[in-house]
């Protein structure tokens, strides 16, 4: 019966630090997400400006190097402007359609949704700014979720285990 108590007490305690490890882990993939976008625009920006390739044919190719949720974005962005949308809507509703799934903030979607808004509506060495502007609001947004991934991630692992032995200890 101890032996019991004992085992069901350990796989209390495993189960908050695993639960605390999830939280820690959805912070070290925001860091990711990041990093991924700020791959995309840069390479958006130096196929659109430099090579002067049209944006539709830029995403393209940017699924072949993107990865995870950017790469679904840029080829279901590609797949609407196929279909003659509006480029700002097509964005928008892309970035939406990705949003729960995503481990972004709002605060790290504005900089994204602002740029949707801009596209199209002036030529190519504009567009490069914008996407380069993006850039750097997001270098400042991933810069902060690595700060946190770190201070947040031992935090969230140690407030699972001690939660899990708390529990643990009650049961007992």
Not at 40 to 61: E, F, K, N, T
Not at 123 to 142: I, K, M, N, S, V
């Given at each position: 019966?101890?032996a ?16 605390g ?43 072949r ?7 679904e ?6 797949s ?23 481990c ?9 949704l ?13 567009h ?6 993006c850039?750097?609001?997001?270098e ?22 001690v ?10």
């Amino acid at each position: 019966m101890i032996a019991l108590r004992i085992a069901l007490s350990l796989t209390i305690a495993l189960a908050g630090f695993e639960i605390g490890s999830l939280l820690a882990d959805r912070q070290r993939r925001r860091v990711l997400e990041i990093a991924a976008w700020q791959a995309l625009l840069a390479m958006l920006a130096s196929d659109v400006s430099y090579s002067a390739v049209p944006l539709g044919q830029a995403l393209r190719s940017a699924t072949r190097s993107a990865k995870g949720l950017v790469r679904e974005f840029a080829a279901g962005l590609a797949s609407r402007l196929e279909g003659h949308v509006l480029l700002a809507e097509a964005w928008r509703t892309e970035l939406e359609r990705l949003r729960p799934r995503s481990c972004l903030t709002a605060d790290d979607t504005s900089p994204l949704l602002e740029l949707g808004e801009q596209l199209g509506r002036f030529g190519r060495d504009e567009h490069r700014g914008f996407f380069l502007r993006c850039q750097e609001r997001l270098e400042l947004q991933r810069r902060a979720a690595a700060d946190e991934s770190v201070r947040g991630g031992r935090m969230w692992r140690t407030l699972g285990a001690v939660a899990g032995v708390a529990l643990a200890l009650v049961l007992l």
